[in-house]
């Protein structure tokens, strides 16, 4: 089992729609999470930090729920400017990032 | 904000030639860089954490003797990619920590390499 996992999609959603995604993760004993943002051959970068008690940033709400061991994010209001790949990052250990492979969305018009 | 510079962006080379990729904190001292690498629809995987002075670690299944990193100064890292064939064709890119905390993480913006 990958030690983090994603829906690859791709998420054809039209502008103004909400749309989530999930991802898990196997260990338990992670403590970090994050979600990142890349586009296409671009480097990665941090959208938002994931607490227990769940964050919002505008348009962006994300969840973690260490029970079933999975964190969430979700876009309301889709704008064009939101396709992208979304990577789900985890801190096993140390400062090491593990990746997952991203969650492509693309947002039409 | 932190920059983190990588260089060059784009490398196409030979098979068997060597490729050094730079990766610089523009204006910040990072102890710690990580170098990934990243192939086509897949996700970004560590290859090595570059340490300020000392060797780097080394995920399981990244040869040393092929991937050199030199971690020289704290602001600078290099990758090296020695005898490049063709398999070695991906998106390699750095990070830097600044500070302690994970979210003050940032990304060079990658090399695309391409062995010929």
């Known amino acids: 089992r990958k030690e983090v996992e994603q829906d690859p999609g791709p998420f054809n959603v039209p502008e103004g729609a909400t749309v989530a995604f999930n991802c898990t993760y196997s260990?338990?004993?992670?403590?970090?999470f994050f979600w990142y943002r890349q586009d296409c051959r671009k480097e990665p970068k941090l959208l938002m930090s994931?607490?227990?008690s769940g964050n919002e940033d505008g348009r962006f709400t994300a969840q973690l729920n260490r029970a079933s061991q999975y964190i969430s994010l979700l876009i309301r209001d889709s704008k064009l400017s939101d396709s992208a790949t979304y990577l789900c990052?985890?801190?096993?250990?140390?400062?090491?990032?593990?990746f997952g492979a991203g969650t492509i969305l693309r947002v039409k018009s | 904000g932190a920059v983190v510079s990588q260089h060059p962006s784009w490398v196409i080379c030979k098979s068997g030639t060597s490729v050094k990729i730079e990766c610089r904190s523009l204006?910040?001292?990072?102890?710690?860089m990580f170098w990934y690498r990243q192939f086509p629809k897949q996700s970004l995987m560590l290859m090595a954490t570059?340490?300020?002075?000392?060797?780097?670690?080394?995920e399981q299944g990244v040869e040393k003797d092929k991937f050199l990193i030199n971690h020289a100064s704290l602001t600078l890292s290099t990758l090296t990619v020695t005898s490049a064939h063709p398999e070695d064709s991906s998106f390699y890119i750095c990070?830097?920590?600044?500070?302690?905390?994970?979210?003050?993480?940032?990304f060079g913006s990658g090399t695309q390499l391409s062995v010929l």
């Open positions: 990070s830097a920590q600044y500070g302690s905390t994970n979210e003050k993480l940032f």
């Open positions: 260990n338990s004993a992670s403590q970090s």
């Open positions: 994931v607490y227990s």
């Open positions: 990052v985890v801190i096993l250990y140390g400062n090491k990032l593990v």
């Open positions: 204006d910040f001292q990072a102890t710690t």
């Open positions: 570059s340490n300020e002075g000392s060797k780097a670690t080394y």
